[in-house]
């Protein structure tokens, strides 16, 4: 790496240069039984320079590959932006738990034989169900290096855990499935089997819905398939400076309902979104995006943030290119009503959990419109049975002005989002 | 540059001795260039390569995989996969037989778009910012360049070693446009094997994708509903492969009694003027090549036959275990990942009926064009259009805006009532599955008419 940076110096003004490596053993089930244990090393070098006042960037998979890198970075700085930032300096940054090496020593027999317990708990009782479940463990070093003599790494450590099952009966298929994720070894499957089972008691029948407009309960899933992806949009700074968010000149206003509280944080130890400081090396902390309503702040890597005339908010992420202004983990506060009293208080209205398709409409305008792939009926203050055919489409801007209720149980989705359900009104329902 | 070739010969004498009872090894070597605008400004341009390998085998039908970027000790990644493979095996997997073939298929460099100078492909895309830029109204824009070529090395124990170059372009265009409080986006997507002419000269596309943006800011969301609904050539293509195509993956269906009973052969999906096709092996699209992933060759595979289920896309092992010929639809979208089952180009053949007959007997419809996103849990699919139009007695009427359409799949194959003439293949897309996005394909259909379909909205 210092090789790579002092290569650089020489025909630029500054430079970074960003290594990742993984190792990753992925342990895969598909028909119920054991199919596949891989193991995927990976290397990726990626140098950034700034020459002429210009960005010019390249990555490369060899780290001995010096002379490529330099040069097709140059190559891309003739028309590159201007850069209108620094490589932070040398600094402090917060201390937080990424890595358990606990991970790495999990053995491909236990994975296996976790997998194996998982399959065996849902499908007893339940015969038919066809089930694929994956375990993984990785390991990433992250390591940064600039002209400015910053200098960071840090190590991170996933361990994840997913059951999925499939219940086909004539053209009538049903997809159920838990998964979780974190930075030490997950050895509890009951907490991930009763969420599948739960599922499968809930769908056993089927319920017919009315088109119209209804009370929802998105669940923390069926919040991260609907709702987030507008939200995460939204709050981008670099969505913001363009003046393609909707929130864009709302900072200060109060744009949703007082109870919301929405930030990022990637400073929650062990979880894997958590890091001491983004893909640029700036010190990460939390932001709260939304306080009791008030749009708070938006996300900025260095870039974007010294044209919109802000501070990076430690947001620069990585994803195969320059680094932009990212989402680590949405975490939106608790409310306080339970989920079963969220559901006793429906007349008639649905529960959402899986939302298919929900991202392709116009998310920056915050619409979102999707095929209901798992989600239940409630009449009279009981879920009776899961919903077919049906669609739910809204707008969070319009819908998150007034919620009817936020749930007081929060859990993580995926690694990205910490949430409790949201009990929303008057969202339209088309139904055949 | 590491020499793959020279690595890939000394490994490919020693796959044998390993106590294994199928070895196969992928080595790559890639290169790629992104530019990407936001706004009237150039945003990032990037130039990567990449250097890296798998290798896969197979012990007592259990499978193991190992994926590297450093080229360094091979023999003993052999071994680890052998190793994985063995801790596996009883898992039953199998492989259908296959003739082994040595070949190269080169495209040479003139046809490697990575290699054409930056400053070009700037001055050809400034030329389409611009033109999205003098239309009044716009906000934003967005353009996403991408080209790539790839020299990949497969070679088996059974005797395979296949050396392939293929080469990608792909572009997206997104004009945005605002009116104060409400924002409003329409793209285009547009992608070649390689080919960078195909991008060239596309200046009243990115007009009209423009004005598109603008004109939808005042129009009208439809009542969501069932409707009959028309789809041009580019969202039927994206209907087909999402709706359809999914389901004749033969992975879904090889180890699932209930979905083989779905599936079987012969049963009606469809009217008689429905024919459903996937072929790698017609040339020069962005889904064609001469051998999957597998070492397979490429066939051209009816999937519906007047109606008819006929077939389905296999790899080795879904072929083997369903008794039915391999079709060389394994196909991998980097050597970090194994082989899956995939689609190429895919299409729906051409009928007799024309737009204007198709539209002519309708009073309330929807015509839904150009592609926004799709996606499929195999019994049921959503996909969006990008643009939209009331159909009022027989004629286009209102501009709408975007619609997402959904339905169950089996119900609207059925409720396919009319197969315009006008086939067209779209270039623009790419396909997420398994973890692997986006794998180069194409999709194409001529105008279909749907009845009953169910459009989201209001």
Known sequence: MEKILAEARKVAEEAEVFYLSSEDTPVQFEANRLKYVQSKQTTNVALRIIKDGRLGYATVTDKKEVRNLVDAAVETAQFGMNAEFEFPSSTSYPVIETYDPAVEKVSTEEMSGLGEKMIATIRNGNPDLQCEAGLSKSTVAVNIINSRGGQADYKLSVFSMAVEGALIRGTDMLFVGEHQSSSHPITDTESLTAVVLRQLELAKYQAPVRTGLMPVIFTPYGIASALIQPLMVGFNGKIVLEGSSPLGNKLGQTVFDKRLTVRDDPTIDYRPASRPFDDEGVPSQRTTLIENGVATGFLYDLQTAALAGKKSTGSGGRHGGLPSPSSSAFVISPGDVTFDDMVADIREGLVVEQLMGAGQGNILGGDFSGNVLLGYKVENGKIVGRVKNTMVSGNIYQLLKQITAIGSETRWVGGFLQTPPLYLSGISVASK | ?458
Not at chain 2, 25 to 34: M, P
Not at chain 2, 134 to 142: A, D, H, N, R
Not at chain 2, 167 to 192: E, I, M, P, W
Not at chain 2, 329 to 340: K, L, S, T, V
């Open chain 2, 1 to 458: 540059m590491a020499h793959i070739d020279i690595i890939g010969h000394q490994l490919a004498d020693s796959l044998k001795k390993h106590n294994a009872d199928y070895i196969e090894v992928h080595l790559e070597e890639s290169q790629s260039s992104q530019i990407t605008y936001r706004g009237k400004k150039l945003e990032s341009v990037n130039k990567s390569s990449a250097v890296g390998g798998n290798v896969r085998a197979m012990v007592k039908g259990g499978w193991g995989f190992v994926s590297f970027n450093s080229l360094s000790n091979l023999p003993k990644r052999v071994e680890t996969a052998v190793k994985q493979a063995r801790f596996v095996s009883g898992g039953g997997s199998q492989l259908a037989e296959v003739e082994p073939s040595v070949d190269t298929v080169l495209i040479g460099t003139d046809n490697n778009p990575v290699l054409l100078p930056l400053a070009d492909k700037k001055e050809l895309l400034d030329r389409y910012n611009e033109i999205i830029w003098v239309t009044p109204g716009i906000q934003t824009s967005t353009i996403n360049y991408g080209d790539g070529h790839k020299k990949s090395i497969f070679f088996s124990s059974a005797g395979s070693y296949i050396e392939q170059e293929r080469a990608d372009v792909t572009l997206r265009l997104t004009a945005v446009a605002t009116d104060g409080n409400d924002v409003q986006q329409v793209g285009l997507s547009l992608g070649s094997r390689g080919d960078i002419r195909a991008i060239q000269d596309i200046d009243d596309k990115v007009e009209e994708m423009s004005r598109q943006a603008v004109e939808i800011l005042s129009a009208p969301q439809v009542k969501g509903d069932k409707y009959t609904v028309v789809l041009d050539p580019v969202l039927a293509g994206v209907f087909v492969h999402e709706a359809f195509g999914h389901l004749s993956e033969a992975d879904f269906v090889y180890e699932n009694e209930q979905m083989r009973e779905l599936m079987t052969l012969g049963k009606e999906f469809g009217g008689p003027g429905l024919n459903i096709v996937d072929s790698a092996s017609l040339p020069g699209l962005r889904g064609s090549y001469k051998y999957d992933d597998e070492g397979v060759l490429a066939t051209k595979t009816y999937l519906i036959k007047e109606g008819r289920l006929v077939g389905r896309l296999h790899s080795r092992e879904t072929a083997a275990k369903m008794n039915e010929q391999p079709t060389g639809n394994a196909r991998a979208i980097n050597y970090r990942y194994p082989p899956i089952v995939r689609m190429t180009n895919t299409y729906i053949e051409p009928g007799t009926t024309s737009f204007e007959e198709m539209i002519s007997d309708i009073k309330e419809g929807v015509y839904a064009k150009n592609w926004y996103g799709g996606t499929t849990s195999m019994e049921m699919f959503t996909f969006s259009a990008g643009e939209a139009y009331m159909i009022r007695d027989g004629k286009i009427a209102e501009t709408l805006r975007p619609v997402v359409l959904t339905g169950n799949v089996f119900e609207t194959l059925k409720n396919i009532d009319a197969i315009g003439n006008d086939l067209d293949m779209n270039q623009g897309g790419g396909c997420g599955k398994g973890g692997q996005m986006p794998l180069p394909v194409s999709n194409g259909s001529p105008h279909i008419r749907i009845q009953n379909c169910l459009v989201g909205g209001k």
